[in-house]
């Protein structure tokens, strides 16, 4: 962070003294990630002006790093005939991702001012539909024919390499652009000259469909340790690749979306700093709003055995406790399951095996909690025997229920089309909650002889 404010700092005094031949020397040195993370700690006007004194190129290699709000402000600050340039310049996929965010009306100024073929790809790329494989594609790569010898191919890389998102691996595809197979430049390069690309190449390929989900595509990237995928239409015509630098958002935008279902948020696609208070606000409210509700079933359990407990009222005092224990133990094998849901390590057929495995596991820690329970009871709270047992037998039997439904809701929720992230911690507290107190009082009003 300090070295960022330095370079930041450093970059302003070069504007103010108006030094611009050393400030687009400096630059030019610099990663395009650092300058843009520098960029943003200056405020719009110097934004503006510094991304001015840029070189084309550079501006283009920057532009993708900097954060939405940035880009669309950079953009329409700028003339349309600049605007059209930057575009140009960016891939095609970091186009149609900050196209997609801004107004129709500027979309449409921009595009007409981009060249024909930025125009086409960008157009391409925005039919698709959200979150899916064709959405995040790039439509910029180096394909061969399976006629062509090595050295043709290589001059091709050579003519079309700085144009590409990446080099390092290259498509063979036939006179209808069906896709035949793959060559790496690794490959490639120690092969003799006059050998034929469809005798060399690799015809065993992993495809995407462009109507696919993008998460479904980025765990096919961690399974395969690939650094580019192609992307096929449903006639198995190539159309685009989806690259690692792709992979890296949409998992972080996929995580984010997890933690905020797991935590009862209605997903957004602004960073926290960057969303008002209201919209937050409505994110919010409709869970919470949901949960209270559910949660007055708690009331009326607890009202409805109100005699039982003023016979015994310290029962009253291991509730918390014992409806804690519960949301906890469910939250840990519901996360457990939705993470390995996410990762396509667990599928609905295992269903029988997960929850058999979280019954052993609930057996092990319900018994475990009970006899450290059951100590401190008799020894610090010094309780009547039968008050003590039945906490302790509620406590095994709430961590069991737990644990089954905990892993056992991720997965019905998957299968029926839901996202499992919604059956996390808030709402499997509030089913285990009531759960807990139903069979806590059960338990009390049975062993205690208590009327209801």
Known sequence: MEERKDFTKILLDFMVSRRFAELREMVEEMQPADLAAAIEEMDDEDKLKIFRILKKDMAADVFPFLEDDTQQFIIMSLSTKEAGAII???????????????????????????????????????QYPDDSAGSVMTVEYIDFKADMTV????????RLGLDSE?????????????????????????????ALIGDIMDDHVISVNTRDDQEEAAHMFS???????????NENRMVG?????????ILEEEATEDIEKMAAI?????????????????KRMPWLIFLMLSATFTGSIITRFESALSAYVVLTAYIPMLMDTGGNAGSQASVSVIRGLSLDEIHIKNLPSVVWKEIRVACLCGITLAAANFVKLMLLDRV???????VCITLVLVV????????????????????PAVMASPLITTIVDAVSLLVYFALATKLLHLAV
Do not use: H
């Not at 395969?224 to 096929?232: C, E, G, L, Q, S």
């Not at 690749?241 to 958002?249: E, R």
């Not at 009547?384 to 039945?390: F, G, I, L, S, Y």
């Open 88 to 126: 140009d310049n960016l891939y095609s996929d970091d186009a149609a991702d900050l196209l997609d965010e801004m107004p129709a009306n500027i979309v449409k100024k921009l595009l007409a001012n981009a060249s024909p073929d930025t125009r086409k790809d960008i157009n391409q790329l925005l």
């Open 151 to 158: 050295d043709q191919a290589i001059e091709r890389i050579r």
């Open 166 to 194: 990446t080099a390092n691996v290259c498509y063979v595809l036939d006179r209808t652009r069906k896709l035949l197979g793959t060559v790496t430049l690794r490959y490639l390069l120690i092969q003799p000259g006059d």
């Open 223 to 233: 399974k395969y340790d690939f650094i580019a995928m192609p992307v096929v239409d």
């Open 241 to 249: 690749i989806i690259t690692i630098d792709d992979v890296v958002d």
């Open 266 to 282: 209605i997903p957004s696609e602004k960073p926290y700093i960057r969303t008002g208070i209201f919209e937050t606000y409505k």
């Open 384 to 390: 009547e025997m039968r008050v003590a047992a039945v």
């Open 400 to 419: 069991f229920i737990a644990k089954s439904i905990g892993s056992t809701l991720p997965m019905v929720a998957e299968a029926i089309g839901f996202d």
